[in-house]
T-cell receptor, first 114, second 112 residues
């Protein structure tokens, strides 16, 4: 199993550009998450999904959109990139909620908006 | 809402024991998790406490007291490779997903 994979690893955007961060997991996990991590800080939840076709907002959803058409894929879309979106983005998945809260993280995408 | 507090930095020597505390304020509580993150890497899951008490996994142990809204991660026989950031995270009940709120992390530096 590859686990959780993310592409690209690095990206530089200009203000106002858009892009999609890709996330794929091969563990057949129902739950998937997108976090952002600013330097020296913890992880902030952007969006999450409990299964294909179902998504919901996290703590910091403004400026982002997601979709979940399959169990495996959970892309994150940035529209009109702003410098405040410069961060490291992590995708994660977990088998179930509640007691089995172990989340498996991808390697991250380092995004800079100039 | 939910908020967590943990020390920003801890330093210890190789072979020693270190404890990283985490206090939380939540509108609902399900459990406390701990994650390790090496510089430039992805967080990796260490442990989970859903009930009060101590959970032991090798050199790492985690403790929870729900009445005190407090938990800690205990690392024994410290090794240089334990230098990393450690995050506590709380998950809330009555949610449809394993949504977790993370603390800002504690940077552990292990010195020879």
């Amino acid at each position: 199993n590859a686990g959780v994979t993310q592409t690209p690893k690095f990206r530089i955007l200009k203000i106002g550009q858009s892009m999609t961060l890709q996330c794929t997991q091969d563990m057949n996990h129902n739950y998937m998450y997108w976090y952002r991590q600013d330097p020296g800080m913890g992880l902030k939840l952007i969006y999450y999904s409990v299964g294909a076709g179902i998504t919901d907002k996290g703590e910091v959803p403004n400026g982002y959109n997601v979709s979940r058409s399959t169990t495996e894929d959970f892309p994150l879309r940035l529209e009109l990139a702003a410098p405040s979106q410069t961060s490291v983005y992590f995708c994660a998945s977990s088998k179930t909620s509640g007691r089995a809260v172990e989340q498996f993280f991808g390697p991250g995408t380092r995004l800079t908006v100039l | 809402g939910q908020s967590l507090e943990q020390p920003s930095e801890v330093t210890a020597v190789e072979g020693a024991i270190v404890q990283i505390n985490c206090t939380y304020q939540t509108s609902g509580f399900y459990g406390l998790s701990w994650y390790q993150q090496h510089d430039g890497g992805a967080p990796t899951f260490l442990s989970y406490n859903g009930l009060d008490g101590l959970e032991e996994t090798g050199r790492f142990s985690s403790f929870l007291s729900r009445s005190d809204s407090y938990g800690y991660l205990l690392l024994q026989e410290l090794q240089m490779k334990d230098s990393a950031s450690y995050f506590c995270a709380v998950s809330a009940p009555n949610t449809n997903a394993g949504k977790s709120t993370f603390g800002d992390g504690t940077t552990l530096t292990v010195k020879p």
